[in-house]
């Protein structure tokens, strides 16, 4: 599939359902967002639905309070699948009901290609660019609102420039964008630099967690889902800390452990040496980068399952020198 493919699809269809991944982050929000405002300026009858509620952080986006929670009652002409890898990650059964075709657009690279048709580009650093990139070759006109839900999608899954820049490239990116009415220094700051009371006395007790093993290459936060709640936060609350888990000198992967009596859902973050993809993509339901990837652990106990995935993290760790 080409991005003259995709403009053909939106040109030739009238109504869109818009969906991610559960549990959204800023990528897939800012993605739908932005393909959303897009769609609308068309004229086109655009519905954007996720399973789970968006975190707070992500309240301040425009147009945020245009995404439904509420399973949709009718079927529309065109179902866009964003920043999901495969066709169980939304938690909607049976994805054809909802629209006669499926536009899959993604960059994970453990993509399963489920979509009518399929735009994935595993090199690329977000959802986000993808849309950027379709935009700025179909000469269509981003505005601020769009831009501003673009480089959010950016700034997330590459924490701050962090990840997946190594040619330097996305700062032109996040050049054209600021150009375009994208306001940086809100977004780094509700972004990266504002917490409320109770996401500061969540992240507080998640670091009493902290542990480390394999002689301080690996490093270890826990907490179970419930958390946030006993604390009135929501998920927003936890955000980033995946990354900051590796902040600790020596630590070649981080581990944040997330958990109930069903499962343990590890995010996992690597300094390089380690791919955690390949590590995520041994459990049924995982996969990712090799910098960033996620997997659930089911039918074992926290212990159990961290000591697991520490065995399976450790024989792909650099032997000593």
Same mark, same amino acid.
């Given at each position: 599939m080409t991005y003259n493919d995709l403009a053909q699809i939106v040109r030739q269809n009238h109504s869109f359902l818009i969906c991610a991944h559960e549990n959204p982050d800023g990528d897939s929000i800012g993605a739908q967002l932005a393909f959303y405002k897009y769609l609308k300026k068309l004229d086109k009858n655009v519905l954007v639905y996720n399973k789970d509620q968006t975190p707070r952080k992500f309240h301040f986006l425009p147009n945020c309070e245009s995404i439904s929670n509420k399973m949709p009652r009718k079927k529309f002409d065109v179902l866009f699948m964003l920043d999901c890898s495969n066709a169980q990650r939304p938690g909607i059964d049976n994805l054809s009901n909802f629209a006669a075709k499926i536009v899959n657009i993604d960059h994970h690279r453990d993509n399963k290609s489920y979509g009518d048709y399929n735009f994935v580009e595993e090199n690329s650093a977000a959802t986000c660019i993808l849309?950027?990139?379709?935009?700025?070759?179909?000469?269509?006109?981003?505005?601020?609102?769009?831009?501003?839900?673009?480089?959010?999608?950016?700034?997330?899954?590459?924490?701050?420039?962090?990840?997946?820049?190594?040619?330097?490239?996305?700062? #032109?990116?996040?050049?054209?964008?600021?150009?375009? +009415?994208?306001?940086? !220094?809100?977004?780094? *700051?509700?972004?990266?630099? %504002?917490?409320s009371p109770a996401d500061l006395k969540v992240r507080a007790k998640i670091w009493e967690t902290l542990e480390f093993f394999a002689d301080g290459k690996i490093s270890v936060i826990s907490m179970n889902?419930?958390?946030?709640?006993?604390?009135?936060?929501?998920?927003?609350?936890?955000?980033? #800390?995946?990354?900051?888990?590796?902040?600790?000198? +020596?630590?070649?992967? !981080?581990?944040?452990? *997330?958990?109930?009596?069903? %499962?343990?859902?590890?995010?996992?973050?690597?300094?390089?040496?380690?791919?955690?993809?390949?590590?995520?993509?041994?459990?049924?339901?995982?996969?990712?980068?090799?910098?960033?990837?996620?997997?659930?652990?089911?039918?074992?106990?926290?212990?159990?399952?961290?000591?697991?995935?520490?065995?399976?993290?450790s024989l792909q760790l650099p032997a000593p020198c």
């Open positions: 849309l950027y990139e379709y935009f700025k070759q179909n000469d269509i006109e981003i505005d601020a609102d769009m831009a501003n839900c673009l480089l959010t999608g950016i700034l997330m899954d590459t924490q701050g420039f962090e990840f997946n820049n190594a040619d330097g490239s996305l700062y #032109l990116t996040a050049n054209d964008l600021v150009k375009c +009415g994208a306001d940086n !220094g809100k977004l780094f *700051k509700k972004l990266f630099a %504002e917490s889902k419930n958390l946030p709640i006993a604390y009135g936060a929501d998920s927003s609350a936890t955000e980033g #800390l995946s990354n900051d888990v590796m902040g600790c000198v +020596g630590v070649e992967v !981080g581990i944040f452990a *997330k958990y109930d009596k069903r %499962e343990v859902r590890f995010s996992l973050r690597s300094a390089g040496k380690v791919d955690v993809g390949e590590i995520a993509a041994q459990y049924p339901v995982g996969g990712g980068h090799k910098f960033a990837a996620g997997c659930t652990a089911k039918k074992l106990g926290l212990r159990e399952a961290i000591a697991a995935i520490v065995d399976k993290i």
